[in-house]
């Protein structure tokens, strides 16, 4: 019995990853997996010591630009804020102020799928 190998998926985000490619070097076959870092998506990034919020306006080699963006300064219960966008205490950045987070410092990040937190808690 022979199996066709599909057409490997293509994308023109450069923050997409794929399936990775097979040993052999055949192409791969596996579903396109899309980043949480990628432009106009929200945020949850948790850093080496810090943890924020924002909207990604930017990205570079070297860091994450974010708008909208807030220091999380405590999550309270981490699983219980990721599922209901409730952090315990929050200190949003001024509207218009872009924000820069190193890429080297980011530990995850994560899809947001919440209102930003604009009110200082």
């Known amino acids: 019995m022979t199996t066709k190998r599909k057409k490997p998926q293509t994308?023109?985000?450069?923050?997409d990853i794929d399936t990775p490619p097979?040993?052999?070097?055949?192409?791969?076959?596996?579903?396109?997996?899309?980043?949480?870092?990628r432009a106009g998506n929200k945020v949850f990034?948790?850093?080496?010591?810090?943890?924020?919020?924002?909207?990604?306006v930017g990205l570079t080699g070297d860091e994450v630009?974010?708008?909208?963006?807030?220091?999380?300064?405590?999550?309270?219960?981490y699983a219980v804020?990721?599922?209901n966008g409730a952090p315990d205490e929050i200190e949003p950045y001024p509207d218009g102020v872009l924000v820069s987070?190193?890429?080297?410092?980011?530990?995850d990040a994560c899809d947001w799928k919440h209102p930003l937190p604009r009110s200082q808690k």
């Open 81 to 83: 804020m990721l599922k």
């Open 11 to 15: 994308s023109a985000d450069p923050f």
């Open 22 to 37: 097979d040993p052999a070097g055949r192409a791969a076959t596996g579903p396109i997996v899309q980043s949480p870092l």
């Open 101 to 107: 987070i190193g890429r080297g410092a980011i530990v």
């Open 65 to 77: 630009i974010l708008s909208s963006a807030a220091w999380i300064a405590a999550t309270g219960r």
């Open 45 to 56: 990034i948790r850093a080496v010591t810090f943890y924020y919020t924002g909207e990604i």
